[in-house]
Structure formats: structure tokens, C-alpha cells
């Protein structure tokens, strides 16, 4: 089977830094992208192939991606940005898309 | 600005079917491959299907291939999604989203999705 796996929740106080982790299996190489769904809302995408920036998105969003796992990195967290955040990747491989299962970031 | 309006959701029995539509407005639709995107009630995101900008080239995932049927009418400026056998588990509000990258038919060259609909909610029930 395919999948990306992330972490379910997070935690992490305002002004620290969120870093949100996304691992691949059995999926092609395709870029990763990022999305924020606020409740009640449609997804945003945040990051796309795997560090760029959409405009209006603040530079405190960004992306890596080393092979088997790719993260998006929060700076400076605001309270704002309590979120659920989902990875994203076109699969080559398989002929899907494919969604992680989430992440729900709380901000203390 | 771009726009995506969905419409068509309600409720039906399982077994039934139903078809979604998605009205784009505010870009040149016939150039950009279009997604179907669903989300159960308190669940995560899951991707459903794209068809290219030509309406040539389609990919389904596993649990909807042979039920669904995603297709387009460019001269309408709207993306559909026919529904067929449905299942309780196919309860969702299901999103169309618009690909970022032009001229794309295959998985290689898909990018993100950078427009979305506010969604339609379909409940499968008897």
C-alpha cells in the first residue's frame, strides 16, 4: 500500500517554531504540497513543491523535503495559524493523489 | 478572481446515484486539470479523482474507480462528478479544486491545488 503518514496532533506555544512531518511509502517522487483547513473552511495551500510559497502566504511558512520525509516549518507561530495541516502529493507511481492523514495544531 | 460554486448535494439512499457539478468562473478553464476532493463529517481529506484540461485523461482513486465518473464541459466552464452505487461511507462534503499547473494530462506534472470550492455536502442514507 501507498500512504503519507503525519503526526495527528501537535502542540506548541506562540513565537515558537511548529515543524509538521509528512513521511512517504511506496509513493513516487512527485513534490509535496501543504494545506491549512481552518473549521468550517475549504483548504489553503501553504507550500507547494515541497518549499515554495504561494503569494499572500507569510514567510513564516516553509517547506523541505529530503526523500522519505518532507516537513513544513512554521516560525514565529501565532494563534492564527491553529489549524489542521495536510501533506499532499500527485502520485507518479500509483496514479492517485494522495492526502496524509492530517495533522491538528494547537497553539498554548 | 477565481471562482468554484458546487452544487448538487443532498441526501440519498444507498445504491443511488447523484451528480455533482462545479461552475468556474474567473479563469481560462479549459486549460487547467480539475480534482474532486472529499471530506467525511470529522475526518481528513481525500482525494477522488482529476481529469485533464482536454477531458482525455482521467484517474480515479481505488475507492470510488468503477462507481464514479468525473468529467467536463469546457465550453460550459463546468467539472462534474457522477456518483453511482453509493455507499453510507461515501458521506462527505466533496470539494472541486482547481490544479495550479496548465496543460497537464498525467500524474508527473500535476501540482497543488491552489483554488477550491466551498464544498457540497452528499449524505448517503436510508
Known amino acids: 500500500s501507498y500512504e503519507l503518514t503525519q503526526p495527528p496532533s501537535m502542540s506548541v506555544a506562540p513565537g515558537e517554531t511548529a515543524r509538521i512531518t509528512c513521511g512517504r511509502s511506496?509513493?513516487?517522487?512527485?513534490?509535496m504540497h501543504w494545506y491549512q483547513q481552518k473549521p468550517g473552511q475549504a483548504p489553503v495551500v501553504v507550500v507547494f513543491?515541497?518549499?515554495d510559497r504561494p503569494s499572500g502566504i507569510p514567510e513564516r511558512f516553509s517547506g523541505s523535503d529530503s526523500g522519505d520525509t518532507a516537513t513544513l516549518i512554521i516560525s514565529r507561530v501565532e494563534v492564527g495559524d491553529e489549524a489542521d495541516y495536510y501533506c499532499?502529493?500527485?502520485?507518479?507511481?500509483?496514479?492517485?493523489?494522495?492526502f496524509g492523514g492530517g495533522t491538528k495544531l494547537t497553539v498554548l | 478572481q477565481v471562482q468554484l460554486v458546487e452544487s448538487g448535494g443532498g441526501v440519498v439512499q444507498p445504491g443511488k446515484s447523484l451528480r455533482l457539478s462545479c461552475a468556474a468562473s474567473?479563469?481560462?478553464?479549459?486549460?487547467?486539470?480539475m480534482h474532486w476532493v472529499r471530506q467525511a463529517p470529522g475526518k481528513g481529506l481525500e482525494w477522488v479523482a482529476v481529469?485533464?484540461?482536454?477531458?482525455?485523461?482521467?484517474y480515479y482513486a481505488d475507492s470510488v474507480k468503477g462507481r464514479f465518473i468525473i468529467s467536463r464541459d469546457n465550453s460550459k466552464n463546468t467539472l462534474y462528478l457522477q456518483m453511482n452505487s453509493l455507499r453510507t461511507k461515501d458521506t462527505a462534503v466533496y470539494y472541486c479544486?482547481?490544479?495550479?499547473?496548465?496543460?497537464?494530462?498525467?500524474?508527473?506534472?500535476?501540482?497543488?491545488?491552489?483554488?477550491w470550492g466551498q464544498g457540497t455536502l452528499v449524505t448517503v442514507s436510508s
Open positions: 479544486a482547481k490544479d495550479r499547473t496548465a496543460y497537464c494530462s498525467n500524474m508527473r506534472c500535476y501540482g497543488p491545488n491552489d483554488y
Open positions: 474567473g479563469f481560462i478553464f479549459e486549460t487547467y486539470g
Open positions: 511506496n509513493i513516487g517522487t512527485n513534490s
Open positions: 499532499q502529493i500527485c502520485d507518479s507511481r500509483n496514479d492517485h493523489g494522495v
Open positions: 513543491d515541497g518549499s
Open positions: 481529469i485533464s484540461y482536454d477531458g482525455n485523461n482521467k
